[in-house]
């Protein structure tokens, strides 16, 4: 997992979300809360929690980032497991083995609003 620490469109910082329990470290109401180009991603007790949120974040729009009928022409390959570029804005891609099935789970996810 990429850490977006130095991706200055990710933000984590202490905010006051109304949270009705208090946290060690913060005041009451406040959370460490992860942001994407100022947008919500998440909330978290801990620095360490949300920046995990925005590394997770940054990864699921990797995945994204591919096209659903490039996912769908893959299927037609009669393969068990597949080599998939994965490739994000300024990092370096990584190459992944992945089974048919993990491919049908991402080609689902990505075409969530297809019919």
Partial sequence: MKSTIDDNRYTVAR???GAPEEVAGL???ERW???FCGDWVGSAESRPAARALADTHYDDRTVQAYK???LTDLLTSTSDTFKIKITGDGVESK???ITRDQLITIRHVVGVDKP
Avoid: C, P, Q, S
Wanted: proline content about 0%.
């Fill in 33 to 35: 809360v992860a942001r």
């Fill in 27 to 29: 005041r009451t109401g």
């Fill in 95 to 97: 190459w992944l083995n």
């Fill in 68 to 70: 659903y009928e490039e």
């Fill in 15 to 17: 905010e006051y979300i």
